[in-house]
């Protein structure tokens, strides 16, 4: 009788393993060509999270050299490490141990100055590209800032997610009546090599005062995110108005699509006093005004951010806050290069590279003043 009693307790014990496992895993189907990962709300590894542990910070502390206002960042093979200033409008070089090297670029509209830094990738021969969105220029420099050559584009690009050594793959904005939004890739004299597709740009809210017309971001409205995947040549791109993220090969086809349970997070008054605070310090008062009179939608996007690490997981950056210790953390959702869920994390701080090991972060004090801030990634 005991012995019958431990079979069933173990044959129990194993069906609601498989009923465990059957909920967690992905279920992958095929339709018309391409595959289609079904994720539940539940990642594969619900008990692993990964820790950051603060390894190096540059910023004010560093006397000689200042990050006003830092935007990207990009690692080198050598840990170098290249932040991109809106400010002063160069680009500061730091070795791995956080020392000042030199600057590439400086305002201005001559050879290898800026605008406005748009974006910013290294290319297979270790070159960096910068992307100018003001002047419609995209610029090359060896690693060590020496100005190589430039070309003109047409329309206005605003993103760099993919490189080869004879293509740049970009976000191409058509401002007119109607703006529209083009992913393509380019050769490195400016040529159109290759149409991705046509995607959903962000919408404005126009107010018209005087002679002039004002233009207004409003939030959680539905646009595309996008980001690349260098190792693979894979792009990302997420209608954030629903979890589901398409994954195009390096010849722009689409191959898979990625799906994930979410309950949307509601929009709160508090969100919309926030919103109309980030114009009050605007001298132009008509912003004011144009921010009570947006109607904010009743609910949030998915996502605004997505960045794939050095392994190739994607991390898509939810909407999703809780508060611990007067900061704010967001929900990181993390795929694998299936496509599989299979990781939550909480961070209060965004990634904008990953490196060798390393997360890198531009962290803000209490006085606004930032700082590049390099974590040790330890899963555990």
Known sequence: MKKSMIILVSMLSFLLILCGKKRSTPVVEKKEGIEIVHNSDKPLF??????????????EEEGKINLYKPRKILVDKQGNIYVSDAADLSIKVFNKNGTYLFSIGKKGSGPGEFQAIGSMKFLPDNNLVVLDWQLRRVSFFTIRGKFLQSFQMKNNLSG????????LTCRENIYSEEKKLYIKSFSLQGDEKLLWGQFKPEEFKMLR???????????YLPCSIFTGDEKNGWLYHCLNSNYLIEVFDKKG?????IEKSYKPVPVTSADKEEYIKAFKDNPNKVFVKMAREVKLPRVKTITEYMIVDEKGDLWVETMEMKKKEGKEFYAYDIFNTKGFYIMRIWLHTTPRAFAGGYMYSIVRDKSGVASVIRYRMKEV
């Not at 005062?209 to 939030?219: A, E, M, Q, W």
Request: no cysteine.
């Open 46 to 59: 619900p008990d692993r999270t990964i820790e950051f542990i603060q390894d190096l910070s540059i910023g």
């Open 160 to 167: 760099i997610y993919l490189t080869t050594d004879s293509t």
């Open 209 to 219: 005062s005087g002679n002039t017309t004002f233009g207004i971001n409003v939030p």
């Open 253 to 257: 086809k689409l191959f898979r699509k």
